[in-house]
């Protein structure tokens, strides 16, 4: 059964290095999302992607962020300068449409330190 | 702003137990509602998917209801196994793609 992936699974960079996060979304999907989920907090949004452009992003998603997507299979978020606080589990997601169910990865683990 | 509730925040049952984990959400104006399985260090599995025109949907030992003008959802689970231990999520969504999620249910199904 195809899958969303994720690399690397655990990633740990000092303040105010820049990480990139890696997603290999599901590949007839077109709707690939960004949430992240702090240790003990809820899952949160952080963007939305389609067409090869953002089509929302939430207020954690400030300047310090930035997607892409380089090639026909990768998505990625970069986050430029990284701090104690984006020390968090990031999830990708990815979907054909939004009527349909979306299908998670198995989340990378980023330390700040 | 769209808040998610769970109720209860653990729960924990003997093997075999039927069991009803709720989920109440504050704007009634959804497009859909999701329930995930998530394992410790995990992502999160997909278990069923409700549209908004929709009153319930069942996966074998899974049913999920929705009753979107009192702005609730139940995922109930039959037979429970102690391979079901995990913590339950329900997300919510607009049609403008934010999903919002509760905090979910810490289940533990003890053999």
């Known amino acids: 059964e195809p899958e969303v992936t994720q690399t690397p699974s655990h990633q740990v960079t000092q303040m105010g290095q820049e990480v990139i996060l890696r997603c290999v979304p599901i590949s007839n999907h077109l709707y690939f999302y960004w949430y992240r989920q702090i240790l003990g907090q809820k899952v949160e949004f952080l963007v939305s992607?389609?067409?090869?452009?953002?089509?929302?992003k939430s207020e954690i998603f400030d300047d310090q962020f930035s997607v892409e997507r380089p090639d026909g299979s990768n998505f990625t978020l970069k986050i430029r300068s990284t701090k104690l606080e984006d020390s968090a589990m990031y999830f990708c997601a990815s979907e054909q449409g939004a009527e349909y169910e979306q299908y998670f990865g198995p989340g990378t683990r980023l330390t700040v330190t | 702003k769209q808040e998610v509730t769970q109720i209860p925040a653990a729960l924990s049952v003997p093997e075999g137990e039927n069991l009803v984990l709720n989920c109440s959400f504050t704007d009634s104006a959804i497009y859909n509602l999701q329930w995930f399985r998530q394992d410790p260090g995990k992502g999160l599995t997909s278990l069923l998917l409700?549209?908004?025109?929709?009153r319930e949907q069942t996966s074998g030992r899974l049913n999920a209801s929705l009753d979107k003008s009192s702005g609730r959802s139940t995922l109930y689970i039959a037979a429970s196994q102690p391979g079901d231990s995990a913590t339950y999520l329900c997300a919510v969504r607009k049609k403008d793609n934010d999903m919002r999620f509760g905090a979910g249910t810490r289940l533990t199904v003890k053999p």
């Open positions: 992607f389609y067409n090869n452009e953002i089509s929302e």
């Open positions: 409700i549209q908004s025109s929709q």
